[in-house]
């Protein structure tokens, strides 16, 4: 599937484009008499159109600047004529990766329930000079391939719950894994109650749409670690009994953010064919309300055996992902990760950009983190307390599904997530809240309304520096 105005990127040193790209970096103006006639001083853009030349203003020619430059100057193209831009490379390899991955995702758009579509006339962007940064063509496709891996998340985020139910996300893992040389089991609800899913088929209880367990994996010829991925699929959560407010049940189509980023993440990991055991496990469901569904004060089983007490109804996605999580430990991986839009407390302690990296070994949350910094997104640390545990105990069962105070939620959702990790895989395992970054209300960086592919970018490089190591 090709991705929706995805640009074609040529290194080309001779062919000549529409317009002419030049950066400003820090207000470092060229002596041009035109800079004054127009008083340009050499912040945000200025179009030459005597010259063809559209003058970018950047704070510093820095990756992070460039990339969120590289979408911005795309979407400036939208609203012209021209059908292609040439710019000079930077110097820096990273730095121009950088900036042709800005160049790709500023290409999107989620059109789908328009009437009246915007066609995107731009189609080719020239690299000059790509001898400065070493950039090859062999770079340019691992970039489109990520980013088209990003964009077909961010649609899918984007569908809205009456078209985006468990089986839509279902049948997408299928078309994903019959493209890509990949192998896609999914588990209905009678798999779901012989695996003894308790947890993750009460959430469900009151939804007309039927759970799914989405199971992806891909094997190359020679696989140096095993990766089991794990990812929430709330494809809509009104918040069960414990009813969400209305506006906050505005952009719960979101709540499958975790979910169909695992897919993203294993769909440009294949296309990479990294050397590699991946696999990606979505619990898909919707969290309603009705006559059957599960209450507070129900007190439920997991896969793992444990019992768990609901006394929120709304605290849904970590009862989904303990199951789930339990069901990936069973394929023994070397390194365990789950991403889900968790928790609003990590919002509130982190802001709308960064996602939070809990777990219990330390030199991996450091690994990942550094990964994802590289890679362009927002993530840091949240530290485990073994004082907050304390607010998830249960008087009637083995653990409660809400802690006993509102301080330090996204940290006890997470710690709740750890009770069901086995002892073997504590030092194997990170849990990723991308509740903050994961849905846009308002463009940043290389992100545009909407689902924002959160986590993608983070766990390809991740993926991609452990296949260097072992």
């Known amino acids: 599937m090709k991705m929706k105005n995805q640009y074609e990127i040529i290194l080309n040193e001779k062919e000549k484009a529409d317009v002419r790209v030049v950066f400003i970096p820090n207000k470092q103006l060229p002596n041009e008499e035109i800079f004054k006639t127009f008083n340009y001083k050499g912040e945000g853009s200025f179009f030459d159109q005597s010259k063809m030349i559209l003058y970018w203003g950047i704070k510093e020619m820095q990756k992070d600047y460039l990339r969120e430059a590289g979408c911005q100057i795309s979407r400036y193209f939208e609203n012209y004529a021209f059908k292609s831009f040439e710019l000079e490379c930077c ?27 915007k066609e995107n006339v731009l189609k080719q962007v020239f690299l000059k000079e790509a001898k400065k940064c070493k950039i090859t063509q062999e770079d340019i496709q691992e970039l489109q391939i990520i980013a088209q891996a990003i964009c077909d998340v961010r649609d899918m985020v984007n569908t809205p719950p009456q078209d985006a139910t468990p089986e839509f996300l279902a049948q997408w893992g299928r078309n994903v894994a019959s493209q890509n040389n990949i192998t896609c089991k999914i588990l209905d609800e009678k798999d779901l109650e012989k695996e003894k899913m308790g947890a993750f088929l009460a959430v469900n209880r009151a939804s007309v749409h039927k759970p799914r367990l989405i199971h992806l994996s891909y094997q190359s010829k020679n696989p140096r670690a095993k ?10 959560d009104c918040g069960g009994l414990s009813l969400k407010p209305s506006d906050f049940m505005v952009s719960m189509k979101a709540d499958k953010s975790g979910g169909c980023a695992v897919i993203g993440i294993l769909q440009a990991v294949a296309a990479l064919q990294m050397e590699v055991e991946l696999h990606a496990i979505v619990g898909a469901t919707e969290n309603m309300i009705g006559g059957n569904a599960y209450k507070p004060d129900d007190v439920l089983f997991s896969r793992e055996g444990k019992s768990i007490e609901v006394r929120n109804t709304d605290a849904e996605g970590r009862l989904v992902l303990a199951d789930c999580l339990s069901y990936a430990q069973d394929l023994k991986p070397d390194y365990l990760l789950d991403f889900a839009t968790l928790t609003g407390a990590c919002v509130v302690g982190l802001g709308e950009y960064t996602s939070g990296i809990m777990g219990y070994n330390e ?9 994802a910094l590289r890679s362009g997104e927002l993530v840091a640390k949240l530290p485990f307390n073994r004082h907050l545990e304390k607010l998830i105990e249960s008087k009637i069962a083995d653990i409660c599904n809400i802690a006993s105070s509102r301080y330090g939620g996204a940290i006890t959702a997470g710690m709740f997530l750890g009770a069901f990790i086995r002892e073997e895989y504590k030092d194997k395992w990170l849990h990723i809240d991308i509740a903050g970054p994961a849905y846009v209300e308002k463009d940043w ?14 766990c390809v490089e991740f993926i991609k520096n452990i296949v260097k190591k072992v």
């Open 91 to 117: 110097e820096d390899l990273e730095t121009m990766r950088a900036l042709v991955l800005g160049i790709l995702l500023g290409g999107y758009s989620f059109d789908s329930y328009k009437t009246k579509k």
């Open 227 to 236: 990766i089991v991925l794990v990812g929430k699929g709330l494809t809509y």
């Open 363 to 371: 030199e991996l949350k450091t690994r990942f983190e550094e990964d």
């Open 445 to 458: 960086d290389v992100n545009t309304y909407g689902g924002s592919g959160a986590g993608v970018r983070a």
